[in-house]
């Protein structure tokens, strides 16, 4: 089974979205995917409402998720860990014990424009139509990991 973990900073907004929509783009029989923050603000708590929104507007169901902090022991878990910006990519590097660790994490967005480093913008501080756009750019990211996976 190939495991798939989506990282944003508080795990209530872009991670939720980018687990929920890929899960629905994979058999999750061969496919596990989960999200994490690399703050610990939220841990325990649900998606930010309209994370489960925008997603529920799209037939996806994200309310099972509850935030959870990244941890070094990820990388054993993990095959793949996408970060949804600079700053957190950064993060979860410095808690890399060496290059397997590091050769896992990647920008999400790369997915769609490579090596162009474009970060996915928290949509945590602004109105519905940010968490909209957030959806749209991770629903073509996660389009094409759900083709190469």
Same mark, same amino acid.
Do not use: W
């Given at each position: 089974m190939v495991k798939v973990l989506m990282v944003c900073l508080g795990n209530i907004c872009r991670s939720p979205l980018a687990q929920g929509i890929l899960e629905s783009k994979v058999n999750l029989d061969k496919v596990f995917v989960? +999200?994490? =923050?690399?703050?610990?603000?939220?841990? =325990? /708590?649900?998606?930010?409402?309209? +994370?489960?929104?925008?997603?529920? /507007?799209? =037939?996806? /169901?994200?309310t099972n998720q509850r935030a959870r902090k990244f941890t070094v022991q990820d990388f054993d878990e993990f095959d793949y860990i996408y970060a949804m910006d600079i700053s957190n990519y950064q993060n979860i590097l410095m808690l890399a014990r060496?290059?397997?660790?590091? /050769?896992?994490?990647?920008l999400i967005l790369n997915e769609i424009y490579p090596s162009e480093n474009k970060s996915v913008p928290d949509p945590y501080y602004g109105g519905n139509q940010g968490f909209e756009n957030v959806y749209q750019m991770l629903d073509e990211a996660c389009d094409v990991i759900s083709k190469k996976l």
């Amino acid at each position: 089974m190939v495991k798939v973990l989506m990282v944003c900073l508080g795990n209530i907004c872009r991670s939720p979205l980018a687990q929920g929509i890929l899960e629905s783009k994979v058999n999750l029989d061969k496919v596990f995917v989960d +999200s994490a =923050g690399t703050a610990a603000y939220h841990v =325990g /708590n649900l998606p930010d409402e309209r +994370s489960i929104d925008v997603a529920r /507007n799209y =037939g996806i /169901n994200i309310t099972n998720q509850r935030a959870r902090k990244f941890t070094v022991q990820d990388f054993d878990e993990f095959d793949y860990i996408y970060a949804m910006d600079i700053s957190n990519y950064q993060n979860i590097l410095m808690l890399a014990r060496g290059e397997e660790d590091e /050769n896992k994490v990647r920008l999400i967005l790369n997915e769609i424009y490579p090596s162009e480093n474009k970060s996915v913008p928290d949509p945590y501080y602004g109105g519905n139509q940010g968490f909209e756009n957030v959806y749209q750019m991770l629903d073509e990211a996660c389009d094409v990991i759900s083709k190469k996976l």
